[in-house]
């Protein structure tokens, strides 16, 4: 069985600052894969950024890099010069080969601080 | 780019009643999942296509089905709706070769 685990279910930053979101995950796959969307009040789910079980790099996207520690079974997410709009909700998600079809965590509410 | 489209937005349905929900995938993308998410909790898998077919099921009650059509639509019809069935339902795109799932805006679908 898979399992996603966010234990920080609200987080406060300063504008302009960097923030780390934490996710941890636990599979007994050998393939699979790590993704962080965001959700805004508006209720849409956006994509923000994936990291494969094989992958030797972190994944970047932008302002968004993302802290894999296979080892650990972590893949946190950092945003760096935090923006206003960074205001969301966000969920770390998994998912296995074959399936595919993602698990999610309980999320982290992120709030910007002018 | 184009989206995942979904459509109504917004349902508002009585107990008892059915609901169907549609979603139209980003061009190309070859697979389609549901999710539900109820009101403060996390999207839970519904159902999944590839190619038309039926090809992963998670917590879907039987009250509910599902398919995709040969214009790779796909569509969710909910019949005896219970109060409980008030979520968010979320329609999201892959192509198989990629891994990125691009989820819709979802519907909104209150049950009175």
């Known amino acids: 069985a898979q399992k996603i685990t966010q234990t920080q279910p609200g987080m406060f930053v300063q504008e302009k600052e960097a923030v780390t979101l934490d996710c941890t995950y636990d599979?007994?796959?050998?393939?699979?894969?790590l993704f962080w969307y965001k959700q805004p009040s508006s209720g849409e789910m956006i994509f923000l950024i994936y990291?494969?079980?094989?992958?030797?790099q972190n994944a970047t996207e932008g302002r968004y890099s993302l802290n894999f520690q296979k080892a650990r079974k972590s893949a946190n997410l950092v945003i760096s010069a935090s923006q206003l709009g960074d205001s969301a909700m966000y969920f770390c998600?998994?998912?296995?080969?074959?399936?595919?079809?993602?698990?999610f965590g309980t999320g982290t509410r992120l709030t910007v601080i002018p | 780019a184009a989206g995942v489209i979904q459509s109504p937005r917004h349902l508002i349905k009585e107990k008892r009643e059915t609901a169907t929900l549609k979603c139209y995938p980003i061009?190309?993308?070859?697979?389609v999942y549901w999710y539900q998410q109820g009101p403060g909790q996390d999207p839970q898998f519904l159902i999944s296509?590839?190619?038309?077919?039926?090809?992963d099921k998670g917590s879907i009650p039987d009250r509910f089905s599902a398919q995709q059509f040969s214009d790779y639509h796909s569509e969710l019809n909910m019949s005896s709706l219970e109060l409980g069935d008030s979520a968010l339902y979320f329609c999201?795109?892959?192509?198989?070769?990629?891994?990125?799932?691009?989820f819709g805006p979802g519907t909104r679908l209150t049950v009175l």
């Open positions: 296509f590839y190619e038309k077919m039926q090809s």
């Open positions: 999201a795109s892959r192509l198989k070769r990629k891994n990125e799932q691009f």
């Open positions: 998600a998994m998912s296995v080969s074959g399936a595919n079809n993602l698990f």
């Open positions: 061009p190309r993308h070859d697979t």
């Open positions: 599979t007994s796959d050998q393939s699979y894969g």
């Open positions: 990291q494969g079980s094989y992958d030797e």
